[in-house]
């Protein structure tokens, strides 16, 4: 039965006018076509939904039409390209349609509901929090090495555009999901247990160690940051934020009353983060070393010491599986 509901669910053709069925539109097209007995429960004479069946089916459903809100964002020519609302299953109104049909007889049609969800990011917003610069930092790599200057670039596209509201922390991690070969990251240096080695998503600390230098500056607050195990070169000593998805993470947390609106672009050999906000933010500006200007190498493996963790004192880093360089 289960099987039977499931292969008249996926029925995306013209609609079938079979006696007893329900018929799921969606914008005037057929989606799913299903039966009532699909759903009855094996009580002669009295109509009982099999409520295991109908839970089974609105979640499927419920993929089916999902639609995912886009954020407003600021293109490469520096305009606003608008947001998408998106939308899901209204199930509160979906199950009152589907009780009509199911207590009565005949055939019917239903217009799945939809829930409006709108992005949490508008163009109006936008607008609104790209006036001021708050800070900003710019590291400078060897743009020879293309896997390297490719991960950064992928990294840098994964936090640019990205809005931190008030009293939300933002997690390097989260935000930039894992580093694979399926999402389009390619080996290169990274640093593994201290020792020099190859690694998928080398280049992504680069990214999160000039984030770090830059929200540092806009003097915003820096909830976990950890050094790497060996000195690197593209930023001054104990200025880095080493990150691993299995490992370490940066964070900080938005302190200031009014959103920050992180850009971020990979230009040629350098990597540039810059934050903004709104007219009327009221924020202090930290003083930070600036990143050196020389082409440096790629990994510096001159100083080897355990990891630290300046802003949070006391705290044991456990060994990384792989911390990318």
Aim: charged share 20%; hydrophobic share 35%.
């Amino acid at each position: 039965m289960i099987q039977k509901l499931l292969v008249s669910f996926l029925l995306f053709t013209q609609s079938v006018d079979l006696p007893n069925s329900l018929t799921i539109t969606q914008q005037g097209q057929p989606i799913a076509v299903v039966n009532r007995t699909d759903f009855s429960m094996p009580f002669p004479g009295i109509p009982v939904i099999n409520n295991n069946k109908y839970n089974q089916f609105i979640e499927k459903l419920e993929q089916q039409i999902y639609r995912e809100p886009v954020n407003a964002t600021i293109n490469e020519q520096g305009r606003i390209v608008g947001g998408k609302v998106g939308y899901k299953l209204y199930r509160k109104e979906f199950k009152n349609l589907f009780n009509q049909y199911f207590f009565g007889s005949g055939s019917s049609t239903i217009e799945v509901p939809e829930l409006a969800i709108y992005p949490k990011v508008d163009s109006e917003l936008l607008a609104h929090i790209r006036i001021q610069q708050i800070g900003q930092y710019v590291t400078y790599f060897n743009s020879s090495n293309k896997s390297r200057a490719h991960n950064i670039s992928l990294a840098a596209k994964a936090i640019d555009n990205y809005v931190v509201f008030p009293n939300e922390i933002f997690s390097f991690n989260k935000v930039v999901g894992m580093r694979s070969g399926e999402k389009g990251y390619k080996r290169a240096p990274i640093i593994v247990r201290g020792e020099l080695s190859e690694g998928v998503g080398g280049g992504i600390c680069q990214v999160s160690s000039t984030l770090f230098n830059a929200v540092d500056r806009a003097g915003l607050k820096i909830v976990e940051r950890y050094s790497h195990s060996r000195r690197v070169s593209y930023v001054p000593a104990g200025r880095d934020a080493t990150v691993s998805w299995y490992g370490p993470d940066f964070r900080f947390q938005n302190k200031y009353n009014q959103p920050i609106l992180i850009r971020a672009k990979q230009y040629g050999g350098s990597m540039i983060v810059t934050l903004h906000s709104s007219d009327v933010i009221n924020y202090e500006v930290r003083n930070v070393p600036i990143a050196p200007t020389r082409l440096p190498e790629e990994i510096n493996t001159e100083q080897d010491r355990r990891y630290s963790n300046p802003s949070r004192k006391g705290k044991q880093l456990p060994p990384p599986i792989s911390v990318g360089d």
